[in-house]
């Protein structure tokens, strides 16, 4: 898996490719998030916010475009799932902006 960039603003286009998936089957992907404090003590959770979902080619490549979602700024992943599992992950930067 890779990004074509691996830190933008909200609403950053980002094109994700892949390889070594299952053929010709849909691809999910997630932009995961930490969210929590640590002034409680229920802590933290990460939550998978949809970023849409694509299909894999007769070679089980897979080549997206996919927007960052508008939210907290810091370290996130984009994550790949296909049938309900994990594949592949990547950490993105969302810059702060104003």
């Keep these: 898996m890779s990004l074509s960039s691996s830190r ?3 609403l950053s286009p980002v094109t994700v490719t892949a390889a ?3 053929p010709g089957t849909e691809v999910k992907m997630d932009l995961v998030t ?3 404090n640590r002034v409680t003590t229920s802590g933290w959770e990460l939550l ?3 970023l849409g979902t694509a299909k894999t080619d007769a070679n089980g490549s897979l080549r997206a475009d ?3 979602l508008d939210g907290l700024g810091g370290w ?3 994550a790949l799932s296909q049938d ?3 594949v ?3 950490p993105f930067y969302v810059e702060q902006t104003l």
């Design 48 to 50: 998978n916010t949809s």
């Design 20 to 22: 070594g998936l299952r």
């Design 34 to 36: 930490a969210k929590g």
């Design 66 to 68: 996919i927007t960052v």
């Design 88 to 90: 592949a992950e990547l």
């Design 76 to 78: 996130h992943m984009v």
């Design 8 to 10: 933008g603003p909200i």
């Design 84 to 86: 309900g599992a994990q």
